[in-house]
């Protein structure tokens, strides 16, 4: 994956794109601070990605409390 900052994306923007048509894969960072903004895919890579997905562990186990269970919050959160 190549970086570019906004600046040279706008001076090589035709050139990019012909790039990531070929399946070259770019992030653009913007600021002094060189903060990454975002990242250029080819849209065929993007269109076919895998979705995440949620709940794959639903319904392959349980929790129970008993009804005299109680706990701090400095318990829970491991303050003491």
Avoid: Q, W
Avoid at 4 to 12: A, E, I, R, S
Avoid at 24 to 40: D, F, P, Q, S
Avoid at 43 to 57: A, H, T
Wanted: proline share 2%; net charge positive; hydrophobic share 30%.
């Amino acid at each position: 994956m190549k970086t570019l900052t906004v600046g040279d994306f706008k001076t090589h923007f035709s050139e990019v794109i012909n790039n990531i048509k070929t399946g070259e894969e770019y992030t653009i960072e913007y600021g002094r601070k060189h903060e990454k903004v975002a990242v250029l895919i080819p849209y065929s890579k993007y269109k076919n990605r895998n979705p995440i997905k949620f709940g794959i562990l639903k319904n392959k186990g349980s929790v129970k409390f008993s009804k005299d269970f109680k706990i701090s919050t400095e318990d829970f959160l491991g303050l003491e």
